[in-house]
């Protein structure tokens, strides 16, 4: 197993871990099986915050919709609003 799997070197919460974990191990041990059913598990309040802390941690760059972490953060509902707001327009 990839140490990226095997051990939390990110910092992820311990449930965002585990689904990680948990998928891998499923689609290497079942190349053909389909996942009908991610969006109920990327969009969940802790994934989406995580994903966040990873984004905000690397400075990322703006992406399609060309909003940057600044404008995020400056934002009325701000950076910690910004992951809630993602998971309720689903």
């Not at 994934?47 to 909003?67: I, Q, T, Y």
Request: proline fraction near 8%.
């Amino acid at each position: 197993m990839p140490a990226a799997f095997a051990v939390d070197d990110k910092g992820l919460p311990e449930a965002v871990f585990r689904l990680r974990k948990r998928l891998y191990i499923k689609a290497k041990q079942e190349p053909k099986f389909r996942f009908y059913a991610l969006y109920d598990r990327i969009y969940r309040p802790d994934v989406l915050a995580a994903a966040w802390d990873l984004v905000a941690a690397n400075d990322g760059a703006p992406g399609v919709d060309g909003v940057s972490i600044q404008d995020v953060q400056n934002a009325p509902e701000g950076a910690d609003g910004f992951p809630q707001d993602i998971h309720e327009s689903f």
